[in-house]
């Protein structure tokens, strides 16, 4: 059964930081690039950043790209997302989807095979 948990999702005030976690199972999670996707109140879910198998490429969506950091542990099964400088537009749910790619860091929902439940994140201003 394959199983996307995130984690590390609450309400932080603008400027602040978080750290989400993301942990798999059930499939070989190191076969597949990961990514991260929000989706706010009234809008569509949005790529945020992707991560490919081996860590070593990452994509990030502009409006994150300097204050979000992705990273992987394979070992662990797990994928992360630093989030720093949040600001309120931040505000989502976000979801862990793994891809169904290795190499190639789709930013689609389309490319995705398997999704998390979600954890919301909330910035206050």
């Known amino acids: 059964q394959v199983q996307l948990v995130e984690s590390g999702g609450g309400l932080v005030q603008a400027g602040g930081s978080l750290v989400l976690s993301c942990a798999a199972s059930?499939?070989?999670?190191?076969?597949?690039?990961m990514n991260w996707f929000r989706q706010a109140p009234g809008k569509e879910r949005e790529f945020v950043v992707g991560?490919?198998?081996?860590?070593?490429?990452?994509s990030y969506a502009d409006s994150v790209k300097g204050r979000f950091t992705v990273s992987r542990d394979n070992a662990k099964n797990t994928v992360y997302l630093q989030m720093n400088s949040l600001k309120s537009e931040d505000t989502a749910v976000y979801y862990c989807?793994?891809?169904?790619?290795?190499?190639?860091?789709?930013?689609?929902?389309?490319?995705?095979?398997?999704w998390g439940k979600g954890t919301l994140v909330t910035v206050s201003s």
């Open positions: 059930g499939f070989t999670f190191s076969d597949s690039a």
């Open positions: 989807a793994a891809s169904l790619y290795a190499e190639h860091l789709g930013t689609t929902t389309r490319e995705m095979r398997y």
């Open positions: 991560i490919t198998r081996s860590g070593l490429s990452t």
